[in-house]
């Protein structure tokens, strides 16, 4: 049957007069007759019995007009809710971002992107850095937040600037460090080249690495207990929150050692427009002192 089969069985059922059903739809009477004929044909059953008081409704017709009913709001529902995704008033905005970044930074433009988008979902892959741009050129989201100097094959604006710090509970020197346990990070590629450059640059001996953890924030935790130092990139922010012991890190050439947070999205255009929302406030948060 055809979504018309359904509302000349909807119209016929509310008016029980063919004539008020064909006006009401806009078809010739004769026309909605033969399509009604036709409708009953190929169900193999007769649906409506015509008399003096009207159009009678059989069983199985009162069985099909209630399934016209429901046929009717289903589509109507779901022409609705396409022409919501055609708005951009409903869909999904796909992230995937550096676990810190989603933890300590990310709420700031979700507040202002979720304020005027309420029905916009929003759904957060956290990944290592060297890993984030690796799910943006699959297709697998819509926008990244990425550590590190990753992501030229894509449009990027460096959102935020860290520097290296050693970070300690108690103050340590730098010849101390070869003697004194040191926690680390699993670092995304480009972090780990930075820092290892660093120690090379001052130090013969491997350190001495005696906790490895997944997240920066946690080494931070542990630092705290005293149960080792760590290098880490902060904001001077961070440093104040966690009460610990810091010095910021240069290279051997003096320049201090400086990681940048880059926002990615990709160069072409064919986006949902909330989607393109999102990245104005991002940008937009980027360029405000």
């Known amino acids: 049957m055809k979504d018309t089969d359904w509302q000349i069985i909807n119209e016929l059922y509310k008016t029980r007069n063919i004539t008020k059903a064909a006006n009401n739809l806009f078809i010739a009477q004769p026309t909605l007759t033969k399509r009604l004929q036709y409708i009953e044909d190929e169900l193999g059953t007769t649906l409506i019995i015509r008399s003096a008081r009207g159009l009678i409704f059989t069983p199985e017709g009162e069985y099909i007009a209630k399934q016209a009913q429901k046929y009717l709001r289903f589509w109507h529902a779901t022409q609705t809710q396409l022409e919501n995704f055609r708005n951009d008033r409903y869909g999904t905005l796909r992230i995937v971002s550096a676990y810190t970044f989603v933890k300590y930074h990310i709420g700031d433009y979700l507040e202002q992107f979720q304020a005027t988008h309420p029905n916009v979902s929003v759904v957060i892959r956290t990944e290592r850095s060297d890993m984030v741009e690796r799910c943006l050129l699959e297709g697998k989201a819509d926008v990244a937040f990425v550590r590190g100097d990753y992501g030229h094959d894509f449009r990027r604006t460096v959102i935020l600037k860290e520097r290296a710090y050693l970070v300690s509970k108690k103050e340590l020197s730098f010849a101390d460090l070869t003697s004194h346990p040191r926690i680390d990070s699993i670092w995304g590629e480009y972090t780990r080249t930075l820092l290892d450059r660093w ?57 201090p050692i400086m990681r940048n947070t880059w926002f990615l999205y990709p160069r072409d255009t064919s986006r949902p427009e909330f989607v393109n929302n999102f990245i104005d406030i991002v940008e937009n948060k980027s360029n405000t002192p």
């Open 199 to 255: 120690w090379a640059e001052n130090f013969t001996e491997v350190p001495r690495t005696n906790i490895i953890l997944r997240e920066a924030d946690t080494c931070w935790q542990m630092v705290k207990r005293g149960l080792g130092y760590t290098v880490s990139f902060l904001s001077e922010e961070t440093i104040k929150e966690l009460g610990v012991h810091s010095i910021p890190l240069s290279f051997a050439d003096g320049s």
